[in-house]
């Protein structure tokens, strides 16, 4: 009876529910058990359309299990393939399943569908599930006159990466954000990092190098995890966070932002979890190619870098798939930086500025990525797969730079206590070079096994992933002491337009000033070598376990456990230049500096006469070195820094129960889904590195262990298909960065005439604890329209733990553990006193120690986003479409104070986030016009040179992109990037009081794409 009430229903709904959208919406599918009807019956809830089939025909097994994204014409395909059967989709969203072929194609990538065809087969399976051939025969005749031709439009581009990532969101079990590629080988912007931007709540940091490290609703850099495929992804950087910019972003099918966890995820994400996603074989309906060639063009250092991509997915059989990825680009851009990193405060009490720096630099690299994935079916229960993913970023970065300093000033126009006009007399100036080499690299390889028996699910994984490091650096400077000629000073009080410095007269740009003929010319020169060599390595066992039920509520429970085995080492060699002859150095190795040009910030600043020892002329001079002793790869002799070098390894296990529940089995006006568990974690965790005790080095090992019980719940209530309330509590941490729980401690000794007058000791601590945070969610989503949705989220925030330094005076060495490391230099006691610590013998000590701090900070914030396509406008403005969100972040103090004693705001959080896009798109071209706007964070707590704390100012960039269909096969796609020209102005304190102007200039992108 439930089939034919099911049947009738769907009839019904063929000529009076409204009609679907003829989008390609991708879901996020997980089809197992069950026959062919029954997984039929499942795809149709979770798409949303009804179904007709007759009933005798898919009462058969099926081997086939879905998992991962579809459409739904992959997902139909999936599941008839090998059956006599076929699928129609009827314009009003109705799913046929006939043994008839349907005319024409109907799960192809362009249906068109005869209406005739369509009713034909409504009263086939009308005919065979009711047994009714009359009716059948009636709806025949009553049809036979109607011949017109339904046209299936298949939305493709933006609009559909759009669509695919709400399905995304909507299909999720927790609060999402994502983005989708459109297409193989096609995610927009400049890197991965611009494009997550994009997503509600995620925040940039644009810094040197463009490593594109992200923020996620406010919170640091470091308190965001990040993840491929749900599992670990070694990172090149173990002091900040992810660095985005290392990859090609053209290897993955989308990126998930996870804001509320489920408990079967890992820990770490106490902002959020950031998962990549690359193609599942099998997933994929047919065959599909892809080959792409690009160039880029930088406005500022006028350099065109190419690039080319290529992906494809074979099926080699009905049960075996393949698929890969790879992306390569040259990287050649430009920084151009002018900066003041000193203030002096006149008699009253004017902050005159006193160092500035003109600076340029140009990065040269390569950056290539890869995955590659395999995948069988191997039964009806089994499924297996493997993916690995590799990425090299191989960069070198010239800096070209001038430094004024050590000057006598005069302020001259001041704005509130800054003086922006300034003279100065009697300076130092130096001319300077430097190359940075980073080469960074991460590879991950996952093997995955499925057992799928009825209402038993069982999951296997096994994954090891390698993340690496290794950079260099060297200097080479020339230095004038005392110049004569008065320097006249204009800092621009936030308009790098007007920012300028006067030499009066003096030929910076002269070679012969800077000449190794020349009396009182300084040279200094700094291999630094291999001064951050990384490495993070994890090898991982994972098997989880799920249990389809029917008991009330309760849909199913799931069980996991996970032991992850990770190894972060860092090692530091600086190079010495004690074995570096620089009288073979003579005044062939100047060139004119990148400063001078005429390009030098767009044209928007003054180009600076200069000239500098270049870097490359100097290395070709001085070496090879005359030594014997073991030299780097870059022909330095090494001096290792041991308080910088240490090995961490981390035994982490954990397990989880969570409990998944849902009321559609009963007749509720407010349907309720969702899932609650807790997760156990025990970390055991030792720290390996080295102490230095007045010159004395020695190793030392330090064992820790900890647990943390993490609980967390996701309610979901659906007031109707298209309104959703979704609720979320969890509590989440945020392993701290080896460098905050390393164990290195430092002793310095200050004697006088071999007398103890002073003794400094600084301790590391490696019994640092996670962060921890409590967190609440609210998220109203309306789906107003296929395609479409308005969000409103909230969000609530309290974190613990924050990692601070402490002075201390301990009164009883006995008591105190770590006493041993500077006891032989205490007489008799110490009195106690934090602020004057002495012993008996009246020696000064100053000892401080990393800990976590017993406070807490909260934030608080609001998310509103809008996704609105507007095909339901008549021609030609049913191309429309917009995307926008807000983000309103309003946080505590962080629970660190400034030199001053006061609290501190909390670091890189933004209170206002915008992003918005316009698009147009039409089945042979599209536009978008992209806008995104950051409003002012505090970056950094008095460390500035005037004491203030430093703050970079609000930013906004528009960005435009254009495509154009060839054919159904071949594209030509344009980007221009940051077209208004934006610039970052950071600033110390008083808004006039310069920091830094940083520039990048504008970016083009022209590509052209074949896909089959």
């Not at 806008?931 to 707590?941: G, L």
Request: charged residues 25%.
């Amino acid at each position: 009876m439930r089939g034919i009430a099911v049947t009738v229903a769907a009839f019904a709904c063929l000529f009076v529910c409204p009609q679907a959208s003829a989008e390609k919406t991708i879901y996020e599918l997980d089809i197992s058990s069950g026959t062919l009807g029954d997984k039929l019956s499942d795809l149709a809830k979770s798409t949303g359309h009804q179904l007709i089939f007759p009933t005798e025909k898919l009462d058969q097994p099926s081997a086939v299990r879905l998992r991962g994204l579809h459409t739904l014409e992959s997902a139909l395909d999936a599941l008839l393939g090998g059956s006599e059967l076929s699928a129609v989709v009827t314009r009003h969203g109705v799913i046929v399943i006939t043994d008839d072929a349907p005319q024409g194609n109907a799960t192809g990538n362009d249906m068109r569908i005869s209406k005739k065809a369509v009713l034909t087969g409504v009263s086939t399976a009308l005919a065979a599930t009711l047994g009714t051939g009359a009716l059948a025969q009636d709806v025949e005749e009553d049809t036979a006159a109607e011949e017109e031709v339904i046209e299936v439009i298949v939305v493709k581009g933006f609009r559909e990466s759009l669509v695919s990532a709400l399905a995304t969101k909507r299909n999720a079990n927790s609060i999402v954000d994502s983005i989708s590629s459109e297409g193989i080988g096609r995610f927009p912007d400049l890197n991965l990092g611009e494009s997550l931007q994009r997503i509600t709540g995620v925040q940039i940091e644009r810094g040197e190098r463009r490593r594109a490290e992200i923020a996620i609703r406010g919170l640091p850099r470091n308190f965001a995890l990040t993840r491929i495929n749900g599992q670990a992804m070694g990172s090149p950087d173990l002091t900040t966070a992810f660095p985005f910019g290392v990859f090609e972003s053209s290897i993955f099918n989308g990126v998930d932002v996870i804001k509320t966890p489920t408990v079967e995820m890992d820990d770490g994400g106490l902002s959020g979890i950031v998962n990549m996603r690359t193609r599942r074989p099998l997933s994929a309906g047919e065959d599909s190619y892809s080959f792409g060639v690009g160039t880029s063009y930088e406005s500022l250092n006028e350099e065109f870098s190419p690039t080319a991509r290529a992906g494809a997915n074979v099926r080699f059989s009905e049960n075996l798939a393949g698929s890969f990825a790879i992306g390569w680009s040259n990287q050649e851009f430009q920084r151009d930086l002018a900066a003041v990193t000193d203030y002096d405060p006149d008699g009253n009490d004017i902050q005159v500025a006193d160092d500035f720096r003109y600076r340029s630099d140009t990065t040269d690299g390569d950056r290539v990525s890869a995955t590659a994935a395999l995948e069988w079916q191997a039964t009806d229960r089994w499924n297996f797969g493997v993916t690995g993913v590799y990425t090299d970023y191989d960069q070198s970065t010239v800096r070209d730079q001038a430094r004024i300093r050590n000057c006598s000033d005069t302020a001259v126009d001041i704005i509130g206590n800054a003086a922006v006009v300034s003279t100065h007399t009697g300076c130092r100036m130096e001319a300077e070079t430097r190359e940075r080499k980073d080469f960074d690299s991460t590879f991950s390889l996952t093997l995955d096994g499925t057992w799928d028996g009825g209402p038993w699910l069982a999951e296997s994984i096994v994954h090891y992933t390698r993340g690496e490091h290794d950079g260099n650096l060297i200097q080479m400077r020339r230095r004038i002491n005392g110049i004569p000629e008065t320097f006249t000073v204009n800092t621009g009080a936030g308009s790098p337009d007007d920012f300028s410095i006067d030499l009066g007269g003096f030929a910076a740009g002269d070679a012969a000033t800077w000449s190794f003929a020349t009396p009182g010319v300084q040279t200094r020169f700094f291999p630094e070598g291999a001064n951050d060599k990384n490495s993070d390595t994890e090898l991982a066992f994972q098997f989880d376990l799920t249990r389809d039920l029917e008991y009330g509520l309760l849909s199913g429970v799931k069980v996991g456990v996970k032991f992850r085995d990770r190894e972060q080492r860092r090692v530091d060699q600086d190079a010495t230049n004690d074995d570096v002859d620089l009288d073979v150095l003579d005044d062939g190795i100047f060139r004119p500096s990148l400063v001078a040009d005429s390009n030098f910030f767009g044209g928007n600043l003054n180009a600076f006469p200069l000239v500098v020892p270049d870097v490359f002329a100097v290395l070709n001079r001085v070496l090879p070195l005359d030594t014997d002793q073991p030299l780097n790869d870059e022909g330095f002799v090494l001096d290792q820094d041991f308080l910088a070098t240490y090995n961490t390894q981390q035994d982490i296990l954990a397990g989880y129960v969570m409990a998944n529940f849902d009321s559609y089995k009963f007749d509720w006006p407010v349907q309720v889904t969702g899932n609650v568990g807790v997760r156990f974690v025990r970390t055991e965790r030792t720290t390996d590195t080295f102490q230095d005790v007045d010159g004395v080095i020695s190793e030392i090992s330090v064992p820790f262990d900890f647990n943390n019980t993490l609980p967390a719940a996701n309610l979901v209530f659906e007031f109707r298909d298209d309104l959703l309330l979704r609720l979320s509590y969890a509590e989440t941490i945020v392993r701290p960065n080896p460098n905050q729980f390393e164990a290195g401690t430092e002793v310095t000794v200050d004697e006088d005439a071999g007398i103890l007058e002073s003794v400094t000791v600084e301790y590391n601590n490696p019994e640092i604890e996670p962060f921890e945070s409590d967190s609440i969610d609210a998220s109203l989503e309306w789906y107003n329209r296929p395609g479409s949705a308005f969000t409103l989220a909230y969000f609530h925030k309290k974190v613990a733990s924050d990692i601070i330094t402490r002075d201390f005076c301990p009164t009883s060495l006995a008591d105190f553990e770590r006493a041993g490391a500077f006891d032989q230099f205490v007489t008799g006691s110490l009195n106690g006193d934090i602020d004057d610590c002495i012993d008996d013998a009246g020696v000064q000590f100053s000892i401080s120690d990393v800990i976590n701090s017993s406070e807490t900070f909260s934030l608080n914030g609001i998310e509103f986003g809008l996704l609105q396509n507007l095909d339901f406008l008549p021609q030609p403005f049913d191309g429309l479409g917009v995307q926008a969100n807000y983000t309103f972040i309003d946080a505590d103090e962080s629970g660190e104070l400034d030199e001053d004693g006061t609290p501190a705001p909390l670091e890189e959080v933004s209170e206002h986030t915008v992003n918005v896009i316009g698009y147009y798109e039409t089945e042979r071209w599209g536009v978008r016009l992209a806008y995104n706007y950051r409003s002012e964070y505090f970056t950094t707590a008095n460390r500035g040179p005037s004491g203030g704390n430093r703050s970079i100012d609000d930013r906004d960039q528009f960005d435009l992109s254009f495509n154009f269909n060839v054919n159904d096969n071949v594209s030509i796609g344009f980007e221009a990037l940051n077209i208004n020209d934006a610039e970052v102005y950071e600033f110390e304190g008083d808004r006039n009081r310069l920091r830094s102007y940083n520039y990048d200039g504008r970016t083009f992108v022209l590509t052209a794409t074949a896909s089959f």
